[in-house]
């Protein structure tokens, strides 16, 4: 937006001249902002706010703002800007830039931030939901918007201030305008606050889009331009207003709500016909779909979106649905191989916008983490997720959460590869970070607390780990209700501690209840709803019901073979249906079973086979107890 020639204003200027005729009077429109108005698009220069400068001045809140004449102010500040950016472009021709003058106006410019971010009115609502000023969360809420609202404004002064062609500076300011759009969405859920909001603070303020790529001019100039019809554009930036508030309500637990908004404005959405809203409005449906569990709805508006992105050259959206797509698929369906081409896809896009979008590569880094670990291979999964990590610590903003939500997924990783006292150190990093963030009955929290006990547990500490499970599945049937998927987490972490403590009955029953939620969740054929059957089967054979482990471990092990036939997670339910065996007799079984284990570890570096079952199963004595050693 070029800058108009700032001149010295008298104090009177800030007011409306004396008018010959009284301006004519807008139903709801506040007096003074009809005069302002009048002026600001005055069809003689001379009338007209020498500058922005005693516009906004003129049109700042008083008292905090807000209210019905609060809206009106935004939109005369608007209508103020546009006036004022067509005089500029008439009466200063020609490619200069900022002079000392012009730097007035440039400032001016990005106090229009102040229309969005009222810090007083959001400490309220946080304060009122229940997160009092010394709370963490309101710390972190103030923290955060206040941070993103300084940034804004240093993104918006280098803008005003670059020397850029017209055109450039031109998607820079519709850039930053969607951005400011955004975060008065987001501070509106705040001013508003309830229990969920508090909960889901983090996620608010972390799903801000990122205000760097406003700086990538290639990146704008590359996307679709808006439509030359002025009502298409009007209609364009009214559906924006609609999908920023859905996505606002979204991220603060609201989904059904936010969903049932994106598809109310389907139809026009649909009628406008422009491919970058399309992709926007449809990455929407299918991130919230996802999070409730509505895979038929969100694999076909993910794979529309990233159609459409692909077709507006919108490569952020485009990008961000092949990132959404390869996690669906390839973890949560847990089909690696149908994952990894919307990574491909995913990694071209990244490397075609440039080095600007570090959360979208960060993403993308996690989600490779989290396909090669559902597919076994755990070191390239420690790699991705050490990768994801140092791309969250270098992101700009609050990422606490994300960067420890990776840390949480690189200790499981290195579980998952035998190397407990290393993922001891990742997770108590994770929730360290996530404690500061977050309240302390976030699931978030609890479930790294469950990662962190499971480390624990495979360093022997079962009593240590029980003082910290058991308490959590209190606080989660609390939170969700019985028969919620962190309830049985929490219960699975319990059975698991139980069994270590030698507590079989008591493990047998906590792993029952879990597995049924489990299964009723991911269905039956889900790889956790078999790693539970195994750890069932383990209790039950601990327990001395060999007949009943020997049933459930089978089970385990054909819900795990459909991963492929030598998945690394079929290790543990073959060791322990071996074992089952030798302890009901049957050596000749054992020896066949436990035999597999020894074929895929000779073929796979990441697998760790112990002789002593084998030993066992031949009579040797003397080997098996150097082989348990």
């Not at 690696?336 to 995913?346: H, K, S």
Request: aromatic share 4%; net charge neutral.
């Amino acid at each position: 937006m070029r800058p108009a020639s700032a001149v010295i204003v008298p104090p009177s200027a800030l007011r409306p001249p004396a008018a010959t005729k009284t301006p004519p009077r807008i139903p709801g429109v506040p007096s003074l902002v009809t005069a302002m108005l009048e002026r600001s698009l005055s069809p003689h220069p001379a009338d007209r706010y020498p500058d922005l400068g005693p516009l906004i001045v003129g049109l700042a809140p008083r008292g905090g703002g807000g209210g019905r004449s609060g809206k009106w102010i935004v939109v005369a500040a608007l209508l103020g800007v546009i006036a004022l950016v067509a005089i500029v472009m008439v009466t200063k021709p020609g490619p200069e830039r900022s002079t000392a003058k012009d730097d007035s106006i440039c400032v001016s410019l990005a106090e229009l931030i102040r229309f969005s971010y009222d810090e007083a009115a959001v400490a309220e609502g946080l304060t009122r939901a229940g997160a009092g000023p010394t709370a963490p969360t309101h710390r972190s809420t103030i923290s955060g918007l206040g941070s993103y609202a300084t940034r804004w404004k240093a993104e918006s002064l280098k803008a005003c201030r670059a020397t850029l062609p017209a055109a450039q500076t031109a998607l820079i300011d519709a850039c930053l305008d969607e951005r400011k759009r955004d975060f008065a969405a987001v501070v509106g859920q705040f001013r508003r606050a309830d229990a969920k909001t508090l909960e889901r603070a983090h996620v608010l303020i972390a799903g801000l889009p990122s205000l760097e790529s406003c700086a990538d001019t290639s990146l704008l100039v590359a996307r679709l331009p808006m439509p030359h019809d002025s009502d298409l554009v009007w209609r364009i930036r009214a559906a924006r207003e609609q999908l920023a508030t859905s996505r606002a309500a979204f991220h603060a637990g609201k989904a059904a709500v936010a969903k049932a908004t994106v598809e109310k404005l389907g139809p026009e959405v649909a009628q406008i016909a422009y491919a970058p809203l399309t992709a926007e409005a449809q990455l929407l449906l299918g991130n919230i779909a996802g999070t409730l569990n509505e895979v038929a709805t969100s694999q076909p508006a993910l794979e529309r979106a990233y159609r459409e992105g692909i077709a507006g050259r919108h490569d952020l959206v485009a990008a961000e649905a092949a990132i959404r797509l390869a996690h669906l698929l390839g973890h949560v369906k847990a089909k690696p191989d149908e994952g990894r081409p919307w990574i491909a896809n995913a990694e071209a896009l990244i490397r075609r916008i440039g080095g600007t979008e570090r959360e979208l590569a960060a993403q993308l880094a996690n989600v490779i983490g989290n396909i090669e670990q559902t597919a076994g291979h755990y070191d390239l999964a420690i790699a991705s997720f050490d990768s994801a990590e140092k791309l969250w610590r270098e992101t700009p903003g609050d990422h606490r959460v994300d960067l420890a939500q990776t840390l949480h997924n690189g200790g499981n990783a290195r579980m998952l590869a035998g190397k407990p006292e290393a993922a001891l150190g990742k997770l108590r990093d994770a929730r360290t970070l996530l404690a500061e963030a977050l309240p302390a009955s976030h699931p978030h929290l609890a479930m790294t607390t469950n990662a962190l006990t499971g480390a624990m547990r495979d360093l022997g500490s079962y009593a240590d780990a029980l003082a910290i499970d058991e308490p959590v599945v209190a606080e989660a049937i609390a939170r969700h209700g019985k028969d919620h998927v962190e309830v049985a987490f929490a219960r699975g972490a319990v059975g698991n501690d139980l069994r270590g403590l030698g507590r079989y009955a008591e493990a047998i029953a906590e792993l029952e209840k879990a597995g049924v939620i489990f299964a009723a969740t991911f269905g039956p054929d889900h790889p956790t709803a078999a790693s539970t059957d195994s750890n069932v089967g383990a209790a039950l054979m601990g327990n001395k019901q060999y007949a009943d482990a020997d049933k459930r471990l089978k089970k385990a092990l054909a819900g795990k073979e459909k991963r492929g036939p030598k998945h690394p997670s079929l290790i543990s339910t073959l060791d322990n249906l071996g074992t089952n065996e030798l302890r009901r007799g049957h050596a000749a079984e054992a020896k066949s079973i436990l035999g597999k284990i020894k074929d895929m570890a000779a073929h796979n570096a990441e697998f760790h086979f112990q002789e002593g079952g084998l030993a066992e199963a031949d009579g040797d004595r003397a080997r098996a107890a150097k082989g348990y050693e």
